[in-house]
């Protein structure tokens, strides 16, 4: 172990339960909270909403490079996502602000621009970080990896849970196709695909219960931590 603050990844594919995993562990161990899907979502947002192609590399970078994000950690919006000072509330969650990020993590120089932004989040005591590749590329000397999985069919049906729970009208099949595509997309580009890291636990959480999942993530770092 060095001075450096812990760092407990938690990477996987779309809706294997990372965010609320690392929500959880963040409150219980009381560190800082990185959602890395969310930056992107977050600069998609702001790309968006600033009238910025997703082929506009120029500009794309030079966003990344001045965003302002922050999380919440405790209270009743714990994970919330801060831009430029205000929540965006459901706003990054919606399919074309998903369809946009996972187009621009794609892009290497987007994801250069925000690198050093995600490390920063390292502070003391500790940071939990979620994604696709913070155990990978982003925190290689993270003591504690995690990689959570789930079957294609078993994160549609949790997506599609979370859409009508919100009173969004979504097909299953489409959502189903969506997220295959996005798998493939993420596990097959060229900078940081999507795996898991050669020292992570993998935590299948197909029809496992979320207090089973956190409990499991809890055992693992506390031993790492000692």
């Known amino acids: 172990?060095?001075?450096?603050?812990?760092?407990?990844?938690?990477?996987?594919?779309?809706?294997?339960?990372?965010?609320?995993?690392?929500?959880?562990?963040?409150?219980?161990?009381?560190?800082?909270?990185?959602?890395?899907?969310?930056?992107?979502?977050?600069?998609?947002?702001?790309?968006?909403?600033?009238?910025?192609?997703?082929?506009?590399?120029?500009?794309?970078?030079?966003?990344?490079?001045?965003?302002?994000?922050?999380?919440?950690?405790?209270g009743e919006h714990a994970g919330e996502a801060m831009l430029d000072g205000q929540p965006v509330g459901k706003a990054i969650r919606d399919e074309a602000c998903g369809e946009r990020a996972s187009v621009l993590a794609a892009l290497s120089p987007v994801r250069d621009a925000l690198k050093a932004r995600q490390r920063a989040f390292r502070q003391a005591p500790g940071l939990v970080a979620d994604g696709r590749d913070m155990g990978t590329v982003i925190f290689p000397d993270a003591p504690v990896k995690i990689f959570l999985t789930a079957s294609a069919e078993e994160r549609a049906r949790r997506r599609h849970k979370q859409l009508m729970e919100q009173g969004v009208t979504a097909s299953l099949d489409d959502l189903l196709d969506e997220l295959k595509a996005r798998d493939a997309r993420d596990s097959q580009r060229q900078t940081a695909p999507l795996r898991p890291a050669e020292d992570a636990v993998t935590v299948d959480t197909t029809g496992a219960s979320i207090d089973t999942v956190i409990q499991t993530v809890m055992e693992r770092a506390r031993a790492c931590l000692q």
Not at 47 to 66: C, F, K, V, W, Y
Request: charged share 25%; proline share 5%.
């Open 1 to 74: 172990m060095t001075d450096r603050p812990a760092v407990i990844t938690i990477d996987g594919p779309g809706g294997a339960g990372k965010g609320t995993i690392a929500r959880a562990v963040a409150q219980r161990l009381g560190f800082h909270l990185l959602d890395s899907g969310a930056i992107y979502r977050l600069l998609a947002l702001a790309s968006l909403r600033d009238g910025i192609a997703p082929d506009d590399l120029p500009r794309l970078t030079e966003r990344a490079e001045q965003l302002d994000i922050d999380f919440r950690v405790d």
